[in-house]
């Protein structure tokens, strides 16, 4: 049987997306978790450390760039942080992170992705928001607004659609990153490359690199579809240049 055939199978069986005996386990300490050998038990923890670890980036970055792209100031600084984490080897994070006090498993994952999804989300805001034009700016001080109004009503809405393009970039880069996990006892799809690597059923191997780039180009699809809806019509070509 090709490996494709073996690809197939996998993926056509219904046990395999549904898991033996439902999508969660019972843990030791009267917790549960997400079965090992459901597909979409697998698919939805992998959302969750995805996005967990995209909120957990945009929480640091955005309020930086944007505070920065305001004073006009702090580019080299914005360079200086957004190369240092992309020099980061997501892999090597994830390691020491494990070996740390904060140990194996999701979280691990989580902080390491957050880092990885950091430099784009904090660039894009930065030049988003400092990229705006002045006599804009100024027009709206000359009309009253305070320099919080002024960032939050009007050079916000600008940036959007370069903001936007960052936050789905990053969580679509994420997401394909996350299969990372299973070398650290995380969950997630690529817990499927991980055993069929170790097992050597390398069709399986096959079906797991298929799952994660169908669940990036889903995610790519939907945040591209939200990002959209929650543009300005007259800022959507915008949008989708800078997407």
């Known amino acids: 049987m090709s490996i494709w055939a073996q ?27 997400f079965a090992n050998d459901s597909i979409l038990a697998l698919s939805i923890e992998h959302l969750y450390m995805s996005f967990a670890a995209v909120a957990l980036a945009a929480l640091t970055a955005l309020p930086l760039g944007i505070t920065l792209g305001h004073a006009r100031r702090g580019g ?3 360079v200086a942080l957004s190369n240092v984490s992309r020099a980061m080897p997501t892999l ?4 020491l992170f494990a070996a740390s006090a904060i ?11 957050a880092i990885f999804a950091f430099p784009l989300i904090l ?8 990229d705006v034009d002045a006599d804009v700016r100024e027009a709206a001080e000359g009309q009253g ?16 659609p370069l903001i936007a393009a960052g ?55 939907g945040l591209g579809a939200l990002q959209r809806r929650l543009t300005p019509r007259y800022r959507r ?7």
């Open 167 to 221: 936050l789905r970039t990053s969580a679509s880069q994420t997401v394909a990153t996350v299969p990372l996990a299973a070398l650290v006892a995380g969950g997630g799809l690529g817990v499927i490359i991980n055993t069929g690597l170790a097992t050597q059923r390398y069709g399986e191997v096959l079906a797991g690199g298929v799952l994660v780039a169908a669940l990036t180009l889903a995610v790519d699809a």
């Open 76 to 78: 080299g600084l914005t």
């Open 123 to 130: 660039t894009n805001a930065f030049t988003g928001i400092s």
């Open 103 to 113: 140990g194996f498993g999701n979280r691990a994952v989580i902080l390491a992705a």
């Open 7 to 33: 690809a197939w199978e996998f993926l056509s069986t219904g046990v395999n997306w549904t898991g033996q005996n439902g999508l969660t386990r019972p843990t030791f300490d009267g917790g549960w978790r």
């Open 237 to 243: 070509t915008t949008s989708l240049v800078s997407a």
């Open 92 to 95: 090597a994070l994830l390691t």
């Open 145 to 160: 607004l305070t320099r919080l109004q002024v960032a939050v009503r009007v050079e916000l809405p600008l940036a959007w």
